[in-house]
């Protein structure tokens, strides 16, 4: 029995392998995986959620490039490299964008950089306020690959830290809807009667308020947060897990081997576990996988109406919804590119979806 399955799954594994489309998929899905644990490490601005602002650069174009001068607070934070990698680096130092500066005696003159032909304002300040009394080690071209948003922020440190938020909602909305969605259909499905009827009733009830409302009262609920998103779109996803797990359960629980393991003794929770689920996985995987582009879809829509990921978390739906309307004052790119990246993820999710469903099609 042993041999068989790990037969069928390596011809599976073959037939996955073979779909272009299915392995790209995967090895893109992969790479944001790690672009959104690793996000601080990649990201240019690697403070708490890239959130400094600099509003004398505000959406400029992608490759702008600017002085910046570095003013060091002289604050010492007790924070640890795990800290900084996963959650951003406490930052209290003062970050200027500047367009000339002179150096006279013990004195740093500087012109803060302005706009539309503006001239910015000339400031000074000793030399001391800097470690080494060389201010030359504090200024810096800083080039804005993606540009910046409307607040003067690194438009690639928001989208990779937002990256985060999207990647990750999908996992966990996905762990809560199979979770649910196996537990329910399986009792509908194996015991049937009054039992499916009641569990078919909720099902049916859910099924019939709109996801994005669902979700927005779930949401209001719980409160505004972040993980409350998290379990709000899971709990609107189960029912499709659940309605699969119940249709496929009906199919094969009068089949031989189910009808041997009851005959055996075994009890209906060992021959649900043990029996039915494993070999009923294929269609729930691929599932599974629609789901995860479900819940990106919907929390971009949730941060798109004010009620996801909150200021200054950073999240592709909520970028969207701060720039869209820069689209006619000719800056679409501040909308376009967060809007690109969840059109990608998405993608990639139901292409490795549509290659699962025909790796594990047993009739191909």
């Known amino acids: 029995m042993s041999l068989t399955s790990q037969s069928l799954k390596q011809l599976a594994l073959q037939k996955f392998k073979k779909n272009f489309w299915g392995v790209f998929s995967f090895c893109f899905i992969l790479l944001v995986g790690l672009v959104s644990v690793f996000a601080y ?15 004398s650069i505000h959406s400029k174009k992608p490759g702008f490039t600017v002085p910046m001068l570095t003013i060091p607070s002289g604050m010492d934070l007790d924070q640890n490299v795990f800290d900084k990698i996963f959650f951003g680096k406490k930052n209290t130092d003062t970050e200027i964008p500047i367009s000339s500066f002179t150096i006279n005696n013990d004195t740093l003159s500087y012109t803060e ?14 030399l001391s306020v800097f470690s080494n009394n060389n201010p030359q080690d504090f200024i810096k071209q800083k080039t804005f690959l993606f540009g910046t948003d409307k607040y003067g922020r690194d438009l690639l440190s928001r989208v990779l830290v937002g990256a985060r938020i999207s990647f990750f909602i999908g996992f966990v909305a996905v762990f809560i809807s199979l979770v649910i969605g196996v537990f329910m259909g399986s009792i509908a499905g194996y015991f049937g009667g009054k039992i499916d009827a009641f569990i078919m009733w909720v099902i049916n009830v859910t099924w019939s308020i709109p996801t994005l409302l669902l979700v927005i009262a779930i949401t209001l609920a719980l409160g505004k947060g972040f993980w409350q998103v998290f379990i709000a779109v899971g709990l609107t996803m189960w029912v499709e897990v659940a309605r699969v797990v119940r249709g496929q359960i009906i199919s094969v629980k009068e089949m031989q081997y189910v009808t041997a393991a009851r005959a055996l003794g075994f009890s209906d929770f060992r021959i649900i576990t043990k029996h039915i689920l494993p070999n009923i996985m294929a269609p729930v995987i691929v599932i599974s996988a629609a789901n995860f582009a479900s819940a990106i879809l919907v929390e971009s829509g949730l941060s798109f109406l004010g009620i996801g990921a909150q200021p200054p978390m950073s999240s592709w739906g909520a970028m969207i919804k701060d720039h869209y309307n820069y689209i006619i004052l000719g800056k679409p790119f501040l909308a376009i590119i967060p809007g690109l990246c969840i059109m990608g993820l998405v993608m990639a999710f139901m292409l490795i979806g549509n290659a699962l469903r025909d790796a594990l099609d047993v009739k191909g």
Do not use: R
């Open 41 to 55: 490490v990649l990201a240019p601005d690697n403070s708490q959620y890239a959130n400094q602002m600099h509003l």
């Open 113 to 126: 950089y302005a706009s539309d032909g503006l001239q910015g304002i000339e400031k000074a300040m000793p």
